[in-house]
């Protein structure tokens, strides 16, 4: 059974799975970052070509969420540097939520979509929720729980990119919070021993 999908030429696809490659490279480092707008320009970037990506293998339902992401993801970086703007936040929240829930629904009737697809919609709003939220963990949590569903997804539709870039988001936000219970560990191990020499002094 071929790999490439119906009506996408050959060259087009492995150009597409070159371009996932990259996604691959960029999500995986921006989960990495302790900054979260540099996490969500990031995000910003990578969906960028994922656009790129999914015009080539012709999936028009994927490219108008991803359309969406391009314009949510620098709003919300935009918006971490103006916490004091609180109900401009929210309306910037509910705008997106709304605008993703009513285009996903769409394209999940129009194109006549796996029933799968109303699962995968309340992740994304999930997620949607993590990425507005103040601190680095609820854009990552509720990130562990999309690309669970979007793992599943793909292997449903034989979506090795696909499963390849979400398996290797869950495995850096893993490693992010290895790096940050040890850093914290070590962190308050240094107080411990500044304050035992405090006491000896």
């Known amino acids: ?26 999500v995986v480092y921006a989960f990495q970052t302790k900054d979260k707008s540099k996490t969500l320009w990031l995000l910003t ?39 004091d703007k609180k109900e401009l936040r929210v309306v910037v929240l509910v705008f997106f939520l709304v605008v993703t829930a009513a285009a996903m629904a769409i394209v999940t009737v129009v194109a006549d979509l796996h029933w799968f697809n109303w699962i995968l919609m309340v992740g994304t709003l ?26 599943i997804n793909a292997v449903m539709f034989m979506n090795i990119m696909g499963m390849l870039i979400e398996t290797f988001v869950i495995i850096s936000i893993i490693v992010f919070y290895v790096r940050f219970f040890k850093g914290k560990e070590k962190g308050e191990q240094n107080e411990s021993e500044q304050d035992e020499d405090a006491l000896i002094s």
Do not use: C, D
């Not at 059974?1 to 960029?26: D, H, K, R, Y």
């Not at 293998?57 to 919300?76: D, H």
């Not at 949607?128 to 793992?151: D, E, F, M, P």
């Open 45 to 83: 970037g990578a969906t960028v070509l994922g656009v790129v990506a999914n015009i080539l293998l012709l999936n028009w339902s994927i490219i108008i969420i991803l359309a969406i992401n391009i314009f949510r993801f620098p709003s919300f970086a935009i918006l971490e540097k103006h916490e």
């Open 126 to 151: 999930l997620s949607i929720y993590g990425q507005w939220a103040k601190g680095v963990h609820l854009i990552r949590i509720t990130n562990i729980v999309v690309s669970t569903l979007l793992i």
């Open 1 to 26: 059974m071929s790999l490439v999908p119906e009506g996408v030429s050959t060259s087009n696809f492995i150009f597409s799975q070159a371009i996932g490659l990259i996604i691959l490279g960029i």
